[in-house]
């Protein structure tokens, strides 16, 4: 059964310094990644994807993600955070075989100036 | 472009009524989904469609239907509202199942 997690229900990391929020999952078959980020009384917007090809992705506002595939993991990052980065954010996985998509419980980051 | 519209934005239903939340997207996007958002929670799938015509059951189906007469309308119909129906619900539509844009949410109540 494929399957998300997101360990940390919060994050919390002051402006300037390097942001990372975690993401595990598990497919069968070739995994289908993505994060997404909403922000208060929002819908959920695309951040960036990884489906194959260079294991670091990079994505909208400065953020980037690292595929590993030996720790079936998909690490959000920045490395300098922005007080503007608050916001809720979510994991997503599809396997190559269907269209739905199996979401985290989302990681609440908050940024401190 | 509007993008993905939802209405309405908020409602608040008695036990055992019924309605529907519209969904409509100007993208031509043949990919359109609805999920409910509970607190603390990932979204969660109730039903989806590859195109019109096409509709499919997600994660959580039961209490709700769906048609897909156009590519650019899906709504959402709940029968017979339940307390447990209590949720965000967002539509969202795409080019492909990988990328999706969605629309600001309904906030339903059932009392």
């Known amino acids: 059964a494929q399957s998300v997690a997101q360990p940390e229900d919060q994050v919390n990391v002051a402006e300037g310094n390097p942001l990372t929020v975690k993401c595990t999952y598990s497919?069968?078959?070739?995994?289908?990644l993505f994060w997404y980020v909403q922000y208060p009384n929002r819908g959920l917007q695309f951040l960036l994807k990884?489906?194959?090809?260079d294991n670091l992705v990079k994505g909208s506002y400065g953020f980037e993600a690292e595929f590993n595939k030996s720790q079936t993991s998909f690490h959000l990052k920045k490395p300098s955070a922005l007080v503007s980065d608050s916001a809720l954010y979510f994991c997503?996985?599809?396997?190559?075989?269907?269209?739905?998509?199996?979401w985290g419980a989302g990681t609440k980051l908050i940024i401190k100036p | 472009n509007a993008g993905v519209t939802q209405t309405p934005k908020f409602r608040i239903l008695k036990i055992g009524q019924s309605m529907t939340l519209q969904c409509t997207q100007d993208?031509?996007?043949?990919?359109m989904y609805w999920y409910r958002q509970d607190p603390g929670m990932g979204l969660k799938l109730i039903y989806y469609?590859?195109?019109?015509?096409?509709?499919d059951k997600g994660e959580v189906p039961n209490g709700y239907n769906v048609s897909r007469s156009t590519t650019e309308d899906f709504p959402l119909r709940l029968e017979l509202a339940a307390p447990s129906q209590t949720s965000v619900y967002f539509c969202?539509?795409?080019?492909?199942?990988?990328?999706?844009?969605f629309g600001s949410g309904t906030q339903l109540s059932v009392l």
């Open positions: 969202a539509s795409g080019p492909t199942a990988e990328k999706l844009f």
């Open positions: 993208m031509n996007h043949n990919y």
């Open positions: 469609s590859v195109g019109a015509g096409i509709t």
């Open positions: 497919v069968s078959g070739n995994p289908y």
């Open positions: 990884y489906i194959t090809g």
């Open positions: 997503a996985v599809r396997a190559d075989s269907n269209y739905q998509l199996i």
